[in-house]
């Protein structure tokens, strides 16, 4: 009787391990190919950085008046590559900062590496078809 509980705890334990790692694989896969929610529209841009190197510090108050100034219209998200190295890894980023553009369907456009000012940013996005009116 004791076997037949370890086997069938063996089972459920594997079970569970299981279904947890293709629920993370899932994830992982739709955000390493930028994809996302449908309820998120909005083009993306991803910077892979890290809080205690110069040019990621250089380009955080950039970031920022980026996300302020465009709320609603794109969406931008830093990612501290040395904090949050499992979702930096997704993002198969190789030096830091990279810049990843994606459309509003999640789908990558073009990435850059190293520091990479509001004005090129801003004519990047122009390249790729999108008008985010600079009103300052």
Known sequence: MILVHKI????????LFLSLVAC?????????????TEAQTLPKLIDVGADKCIPCIK?????????????????????????????AARYEVQMIPTQI??????????????FYGRDDILGKWQELGYSFQDEK
Request: proline share 2%.
């Open 24 to 36: 993370n694989q899932v994830e992982s896969t739709a955000l390493a190919e930028g994809k996302q």
């Open 59 to 87: 380009m955080a108050p950039i970031l920022e008046a980026l996300k302020n100034d465009f709320s609603g219209r794109m969406d931008v998200e830093f990612v501290d590559a040395w904090k949050r190295r499992e979702d």
């Open 101 to 114: 553009f994606y459309d509003a369907k999640g789908k990558e456009l073009y990435r850059h590496t190293g």
């Open 8 to 15: 069938h705890w063996v089972v459920f334990s594997a079970t």
